[in-house]
């Protein structure tokens, strides 16, 4: 456990790196091809991510032979670079949508959700050992789903 930490270390700050990355790409493809566009982007990249975490899951737990640092690294990466662009970019969206006291609404509804997601994985995660049920269930499925309506809603 303690040799390994140079490879956790590098998985925790590449989700940093993707996040920095994708503020600067996504802010810049939004405004050269659309927020509808970048969002759908950052959907795919997501979902790409999460599959990436279940394949290194998946060859921890059945083929435990595997190196997965690099997989855990490019998919920390591709979850920060759609994760926090995909917020910043619905602000936008937002703040162009809606007039102003529905505005702050929804920021506040949106940062709920946020946290209710979040605390709501960490209490599964915590108390249920199934992880790959978890992943697919609560990350991968919904993702899918999401982007595949996003895609019909921006054709």
């Given at each position: 456990?303690?040799?390994?930490?140079?490879?956790?270390?590098?998985?925790?700050?590449?989700?940093?790196?993707?996040?920095?990355?994708?503020?600067?790409?996504?802010?810049?493809?939004?405004?050269?091809?659309?927020?509808?566009?970048?969002?759908?982007?950052?959907?795919?990249?997501?979902?790409?991510?999460?599959?990436?975490?279940?394949?290194?899951?998946?060859?921890?737990?059945?083929?435990?032979?595997?190196?997965?640092?690099?997989?855990?690294v490019?998919?920390?990466?591709?979850?920060?670079?759609?994760g926090?662009?995909?917020?910043?970019?619905s602000?936008?969206?937002?703040?162009?949508?809606?007039?102003?006291?529905?505005?702050?609404?929804?920021?506040?509804?949106?940062?709920?959700?946020?946290?209710?997601g979040?605390?709501?994985?960490?209490?599964?995660?915590?108390?249920?050992n199934?992880?790959?049920?978890?992943?697919?269930?609560?990350?991968?499925?919904?993702?899918?789903?999401?982007?595949?309506?996003?895609?019909?809603?921006?054709?």
């Open positions: 456990y303690c040799e390994q930490q140079y490879k956790r270390s590098i998985i925790q700050s590449s989700l940093s790196i993707g996040s920095l990355l994708g503020l600067i790409i996504m802010n810049i493809v939004s405004d050269l091809k659309g927020r509808k566009t970048a969002l759908l982007i950052d959907l795919c990249l997501g979902v790409t991510s999460s599959l990436c975490k279940y394949m290194s899951y998946a060859s921890n737990v059945y083929w435990r032979h595997y190196e997965t640092t690099p997989l855990l490019f998919a920390s990466i591709m979850s920060g670079f759609s926090y662009s995909m917020i910043i970019i602000y936008i969206m937002l703040g162009d949508i809606c007039e102003e006291s529905l505005r702050q609404k929804s920021s506040v509804y949106i940062n709920m959700f946020i946290s209710l979040t605390s709501s994985f960490f209490v599964l995660n915590k108390w249920c199934q992880w790959d049920v978890i992943l697919i269930f609560f990350m991968i499925l919904p993702l899918i789903a999401i982007t595949a309506i996003s895609y019909f809603i921006v054709e």
